[in-house]
Every structure is written in structure tokens, then in C-alpha cells.
T-cell receptor
Framework: SQQGEEDPQALSIQEGENATMNCSYK?????LQWYRQNSGRGLVHLIL?????REKHSGRLRVTLDTSKKSSSLLITASRAADTASYFC????????????FGSGTRLQVQP | ETGVTQTPRHLVMGMTNKKSLKCEQH?????MYWYKQSAKKPLELMFV???????ENNSVPSRFSPECPNSSHLFLHLHTLQPEDSALYLC?????????FGPGTRLTVL
């Protein structure tokens, strides 16, 4: 499959805990992006990591990429109830194709 | 607000109706996309437009007809849909790698 596959499908944690989501893929990529979606709404871009990068930070977000294992992880530190949402990884291809290929998502529930 | 608007936000239609979804982006982007999001399925790419030209059609049935009159507007014309076409239809635009999404149109086909 060309799409990313997220793991776990669902995650429930307490406020203040860290949340880790993983994405595995099978194709070559130019970049990998993470998006967030609140229930029934559009997706919001969180962070992009290029294929030649191994780690990237943005606020409470930390993304890692291991191209040898074709996997990425998204870590949200010190989670808040407002972080409750679905999180998707999206693969940017290396052929100049504009479209992204999205995974099936991880549904995160942060309990207050 | 992401700079991408979609109308209507909700639409209920019968299988014999004809309706259109509209997307407008105020970001000056040169690429626009239609995605379909069904329950418990990954986001499915439907169409890609680059500088008003369709560059991808992901084997979408002909009952979905896209139109891109200019780089800021994208339409999805719907006719003789099936109940399984009920979903959230998302529009997005981009200039570089990051895509900006609209809030979506929740479509119900009766």
C-alpha cells in the first residue's frame, strides 16, 4: 500500500502525559507531514519533516523520521484536553507529484 | 481560519438530484485538491488541479465532475449519486508541500 499506516488506531491518555503516534510506510518519500483533524472538520498542518532530516521540533511536538525503517513518530508532550483530535501522517512523494497520501489516522483522547 | 472556504457546509440530496460543492482559496496557491473522507477509511484523494489544469483523477466515478475555472475556485458537480457517496468532502490548496484544508462539506445522499 502507498499510504501510511498509523499505530495505534486509538489512544487515550490523561492530561499532562505524553502521546506518541507512529506511522509506517512502504514507498520512497520526499517528505512526511503530520496533520490534525478535529471531529468533522478540515485538517490542519502541524509539521513537515524532509527525507534527509531525522528529527524536528515545533512547540510541544517532536517528529522523528527513520527512512531505513520507513517509519515516523509524532510525540506530543504535556498533553492537554484541547489536543483531543485525530492525527494523520501524509506522505509527500519523490516524483514531483503534488498530492499527498494520507494514512488512516490515530484518534487521540486526552482526559482532563 | 485556513484561508480555504467551502460551501455548503452540509448538504442532503436525493439520488436523482444535481448539486455542486464550491471551494475558494484566498491564499494565492496554484494547486487545489478534492478529497473524500468516509467513516473509518483513510482520506481518499479524488482530483488534483495545478494551475487550473487537472493533473490527477484517482479513478473517480463520472457522477463526480470537477471544475476549476481559475486558480482560486474549485467546484465538484454531483449527479445521480449513491448512498455510499455520503461522506465529508474536503477541499485543499497548496503552493509548496503543505496543504491547507477547508472545513469540508458533509454530504448525505438519501
Amino acid at each position: 500500500s502507498q499510504q501510511g499506516e498509523e499505530d495505534p488506531q486509538a489512544l487515550s491518555i490523561q492530561e499532562g502525559e505524553n502521546a506518541t503516534m507512529n506511522c509506517s510506510y512502504k514507498t520512497s518519500i520526499n517528505n512526511l507531514q503530520w496533520y490534525r483533524q478535529n471531529s468533522g472538520r478540515g485538517l490542519v498542518h502541524l509539521i513537515l519533516i524532509r527525507s534527509n532530516e531525522r528529527e524536528k521540533h515545533s512547540g510541544r511536538l517532536r517528529v522523528t523520521l527513520d527512512t531505513s525503517k520507513k517509519s515516523s513518530s509524532l510525540l506530543i508532550t504535556a498533553s492537554r484536553a484541547a489536543d483531543t483530535a485525530s492525527y494523520f501522517c501524509a506522505l509527500g512523494g519523490d516524483t514531483g507529484r503534488r498530492a499527498l497520501t494520507f494514512g488512516s489516522g490515530t484518534r487521540l483522547q486526552v482526559q482532563p | 481560519e485556513t484561508g480555504v472556504t467551502q460551501t455548503p457546509r452540509h448538504l442532503v440530496m436525493g439520488m436523482t438530484n444535481k448539486k455542486s460543492l464550491k471551494c475558494e482559496q484566498h491564499l494565492g496557491h496554484n494547486a487545489m485538491y478534492w478529497y473524500k473522507q468516509s467513516a473509518k477509511k483513510p482520506l481518499e484523494l479524488m482530483f488534483v488541479y495545478n494551475f487550473k489544469e487537472q493533473t490527477e483523477n484517482n479513478s473517480v466515478p463520472s457522477r463526480f465532475s470537477p471544475e476549476c475555472p481559475n486558480s482560486s475556485h474549485l467546484f465538484l458537480h454531483l449527479h445521480t449519486l449513491q448512498p455510499e457517496d455520503s461522506a465529508l468532502y474536503l477541499c485543499a490548496s497548496s503552493q509548496g508541500n503543505e496543504q491547507f484544508f477547508g472545513p469540508g462539506t458533509r454530504l448525505t445522499v438519501l
